[in-house]
C-alpha cells in the first residue's frame, strides 16, 4: 500500500484522494487498495514503522545503485523549508516569517537529487539548531550504500548549520562540510584587512570567468575559533537589482558572501563553485513541494513523517527512472 502511495506522488498526486488515479489501472499496478485502506494504513504507522520505512529506502537505493544509479561524487546538501498548515494540526506551531505550520529540514545528495532523509519539526523550531542538522545527517548516510570511511563527502549547509557543536559532528563523522558564515564584525574586521591585488575572478562551471564576483581566502586574517583546520573563503560581487544589502555591503559597493569549509584543495575557485553548486537543494525543495511535501494529509505528527519519507521516495522513483531507463 505504502508503495502504491509513492508511485501515486511520483505520478503527480498530492493527496491521499489522488490514488484513485492508480486505483483505474488494475493492468498497470495491480489492485490497489481502497480510500478507507489507505487511511488506515497510514493510522497504523509508528516510530517503528518509520524506521521500517527508511530501511526499505535504503534497500532500494542500494539496488539502484548497484545497477548503475550511483553517483560519481557524494554531497550532501541540507536545507529547510517552511510548510503551511491550513487547519490545527499537532504540532503546527507559529513561524519565524508570522505563518502557521512546520519548519521541516531536508537532505539530497546533489549528484542525482535523490532525497535521503528530512526531520519533521513545529514552525517555531529554530534555525540554528545543531542537534538536529546532525539527526538529518545521521538519517541522511544511513540511507548510503557506502560509509565516509570508505570515500570522501562532503555536506553543505546555509549558515544555519554554522555551529560549533554541527561542525564537530562533521569532523567526528569524518564527513567534509561547506558551511554559510554570518558576517559579523570579526568577517567585516577580516574583509578591511584584504588588498584589492589579493581578489581573484570567481569562475563558472564551465571554468570561465564569472562576470563581477572576486574570491579571497580570509582564514589568517579572521580571528575564529572554528579549529586549526577550517579555511574562511569569502566572495564579493556586483549586487544585482533588487539584492538585499547590509549597511557594509552598501558602503564597499558589493554584496559578500563567506562560508568556511575543511576542504584541503588550494584553489578556492573550485571551493567557491562547489558551495554555490548548494542552490540545487532549492530546486529540489520545490519539486518536493510539487510532489506533495505542501499537503500534509494527516492530523498526526507520526503519520506527517511517514508521508515525508514517501514524499523523498517519489522523487526517488524520479531519479532511478531516468538513471536506469532512458
Known amino acids: 500500500m505504502l508503495a502504491h502511495l509513492a508511485v501515486m506522488l511520483a505520478d503527480g498526486g498530492d493527496c491521499l484522494a489522488d490514488i484513485a488515479g492508480l486505483r483505474q489501472q488494475p493492468e498497470l499496478f495491480g489492485r490497489v487498495g481502497s480510500d478507507p485502506t489507505v487511511w488506515r494504513v497510514l493510522d497504523s504507522i509508528h516510530s517503528l514503522g518509520l524506521r521500517n520505512i527508511a530501511a526499505a ?8 545503485w548497484a545497477t548503475g544509479a550511483a553517483p560519481d561524487e557524494i554531497v550532501i546538501d541540507l536545507d529547510g523549508t517552511l510548510l503551511d498548515a491550513h487547519s490545527e494540526k499537532q504540532d503546527a506551531t507559529a513561524t519565524y516569517k508570522r505563518g502557521f505550520g512546520f519548519y521541516p529540514i531536508l537532505a539530497y545528495l546533489d549528484a542525482t537529487g535523490e532525497g535521503l532523509a528530512e526531520i519533521l519539526r513545529p514552525g517555531r523550531a ?3 539548531n545543531a542537534a538536529d542538522h546532525l539527526t538529518v545527517l545521521d538519517a541522511a548516510l544511513a540511507q548510503l550504500p557506502i560509509a565516509p570511511a570508505d570515500t570522501e563527502m562532503l555536506v553543505r549547509t546555509d549558515s544555519a548549520g554554522a555551529t560549533h557543536d554541527f561542525i564537530d559532528g562533521c569532523i567526528e563523522r569524518r564527513v567534509r562540510f561547506s558551511v554559510g558564515l554570518p558576517i559579523d564584525a570579526a ?8 588588498q584589492e591585488e589579493d581578489w581573484i575572478a570567481a569562475v563558472e562551471t564551465d571554468g570561465s570567468r564569472r562576470d563581477g564576483a572576486w574570491l579571497v581566502e580570509l582564514t589568517d586574517l579572521h580571528e575564529h575559533r572554528w579549529g586549526e583546520q577550517v579555511r574562511v573563503i569569502a566572495r564579493r560581487e556586483r549586487p544585482h537589482p533588487g539584492a538585499q544589502l547590509t549597511l557594509f555591503d552598501t558602503a564597499e559597493g558589493f554584496r559578500h558572501q563567506v562560508f568556511i569549509t575543511d576542504q584541503t584543495d588550494t584553489d578556492i575557485a573550485a571551493l567557491e563553485l562547489r558551495h554555490r553548486h548548494r542552490a540545487h537543494v532549492e530546486n529540489r525543495i520545490r519539486a518536493a513541494k510539487d510532489t506533495g511535501l505542501r499537503n500534509l494529509p494527516c492530523e498526526d505528527f507520526v503519520r506527517y513523517q ?13 531519479v532511478w527512472a531516468q538513471a536506469l531507463c532512458f
Open 126 to 128: 529554530g534555525s540554528n
Open 306 to 318: 511517514a508521508w515525508l519519507q514517501l514524499v523523498l521516495l517519489a522523487q526517488d522513483l524520479h
Open 57 to 64: 529506502r535504503a534497500a532500494a537505493r542500494a539496488r539502484a
Open 187 to 194: 568577517v567585516r574586521d577580516a574583509f578591511m584587512l584584504v
